[in-house]
Each structure stands twice: as C-alpha cells, then as structure tokens.
C-alpha cells in the first residue's frame, strides 16, 4: 500500500492538500517568514509585557529622570518628558495598537463580506444598490472621511474602532463580490440548486469557503493599515487620552522634543514601521501562496 506517494503514469508524486501545498509555498518566500518571526516576537512582548519590563507606563513617573537617553539609569530605551520609562509604555502600547488592528480589521470583513455575498450573489437590483453605496465611501479620502466621523463621535479608542469599521469595510465587500462572481456559475453550485438547497446555504456553505484566499489575504492588509490609521488619528489627538500608552500618542508627544531627544519619537515609529511592514510582507506571501497560478 502507497501511504504517502501515489503513482499517477510513470510519476511518483506526492499526496499534499491544499493547505499543506499553501504552507510549503509560504515558506519558501523568505520575507514572509521573516514577517511573520517579526509579528509573532512584537505580539509575545506586548501581550507578556509585565515579564520584560519592570516599570509601569503610566504611573511610574520621575521628572528628575525625564528625557533620559537609551540606556540611563536602567531604562532600556530612555525616558519620556515625564520620565516614564518608554520601553514599556512602547509595549504596553503594542497591545492597544494591535487589538485596535485586530478588531477591525474582524468587523470590517464580516460587514464586507456578508455585503459581498449578498451584492454577488444575487445580482440585479441589489447588486447595483450595493456597489453604489461602496462607490460613495470610496469616493471620500480614508483619511479624511475617518477624521469627520471622528469629529462627530469624539476622542476614544472605542470611536476609533467604530471609525475604521465604518470606513474600512468596502475593500472587503469588493473582493468578495468578485470572487463569487466567479464561483457562482461552477457545476457544483448549479448541483445545489438543483437539490433545492436555500440559498443562504449555498453562500455560506458552497460558494464562500471557495472564496477565502483572498479574503484572508486583504484581513491581513488591513490589520496594518488600521494599525497605521489607528495611529495616525491618534497623533491628530482624536484617540486615547494622551496619559495612555499608544504608539500614535507617543509619536504626538515626541515631536516637540525631535532636537532634544530624538529617541521619544524614533522608537513608537519604529514600532508602527516594523509591525506594518510585516503584516504586509504576510499579505504578500499569502497572496503568492494561495495564487493557483503557482501550483505545480
């Protein structure tokens, strides 16, 4: 008996899965690796803070040690105009960026490709009505469209989230429409049909599973642009209290000291540049990965 090899003609090759086939092309793009090594080691440090720094990053205040350089008195990457101790407000602050990008980019997929599905699959009417309201928020800058809302609903880290969701689902609901565009005309779908299958078992059983690889792929893309957002929205002053530890706060606090300690601004943008790069480098590498076109 073949266990792990079939023989197909005079060729032995061997069995593999979709999934195994995806992780095999993944690994042999190296910065996706590295991408993912980078986001794995900045989400250990943010979610076990308490076990790489000793101080906390709100309350252990020190004027006298304020606008220390890296390494002084025991403060791994300098102090703030504060003297906080901004290894730990840089970790702590890891934790709210990244639940931040988690989040939304959670609730921006499930609006966009429930609304996907819908838009696709149906078609007519409502697939026009749909695209049009798509159209509407495309038409308005992220940036911009995002700050308004903000205006509106005021500073928290909880508006920011309701923001980003608002403004972020579109992209979502377009690569969905379009995937199932494509699968809702294959044989195994007009068998379902046939069958007398309801149609919300047909989305979400026959078509939507065949139509995840790229939804994965844009999830990932967001996670950093929203950290980024995030950020940015949070440097304007329209996020956290600026007493909290977040990496768009720390950068908004920096830039009146850029002459007098660099550093203050350096390693929040650091973080953000490293974090998004990374989840980017992901995207990347899922998205060649799951590319039939590279099966061989």
């Avoid at 840089?90 to 490709?113: D, E, F, N, Q």
């Avoid at 149609?199 to 996670?223: C, D, E, K, Q, S």
């Avoid at 009146?256 to 660099?262: G, H, V, W």
Wanted: aromatic fraction near 8%; proline fraction near 4%.
């Amino acid at each position: 008996m073949i266990n792990k090899q079939q023989l197909i003609g005079e060729e032995s090759l061997p069995v593999t899965s979709m999934w195994k086939d995806t992780v095999r092309r993944y690994k042999q793009n190296k910065l996706a690796v590295l991408g993912l090594v980078i986001i794995t080691i900045i989400i250990i440090m943010c979610i076990f803070a308490p076990l790489f720094t000793a101080y906390d990053p709100v309350l252990d205040m020190n004027l006298k040690d304020k606008l220390l350089t890296p390494g002084s008195n025991n403060h791994l990457l300098g102090t703030d105009d504060y003297g906080r101790d901004i290894f730990s407000r840089l970790l702590y602050g890891g934790r709210t960026s990244l639940i931040t990008g988690l989040m939304v980019a959670g609730i921006t997929m499930i609006i966009g490709v429930f609304i996907g599905c819908i838009s696709g699959y149906f078609g007519g009417w409502i697939d026009n009505l749909l695209m049009r309201i798509v159209d509407v928020v495309l038409a308005f800058p992220f940036l911009v469209l995002a700050i308004t809302i903000m205006a509106v609903l005021g500073p928290s880290q909880r508006n920011i989230i309701i923001t980003l969701s608002l403004v972020g689902w579109p992209s979502f609901a377009r690569v969905t429409r379009g995937q199932i565009l494509s699968i809702k005309e294959k044989e195994y779908v007009e068998a379902a049909r046939s069958s007398g299958f309801k149609n919300g078992r047909i989305i979400f059983h026959h078509i939507l599973p065949n139509a995840l690889a790229p939804i994965i792929v844009t999830a990932t893309m967001r996670i950093g642009s929203t950290i980024l957002s995030a950020a940015s929205l949070n440097f304007l002053g329209l996020g956290v209290d600026a007493s909290l530890p977040e990496w768009g706060v720390m950068l908004n606090q920096g830039k009146d000291y850029m002459s007098l300690a660099p550093h203050l601004s350096f390693y929040p943008g650091l973080a953000i540049s490293l974090t998004v790069l990374s989840m980017n480098w992901i995207g990347d590498g899922l998205r060649d990965a799951f590319d039939p076109q590279m099966r061989k």
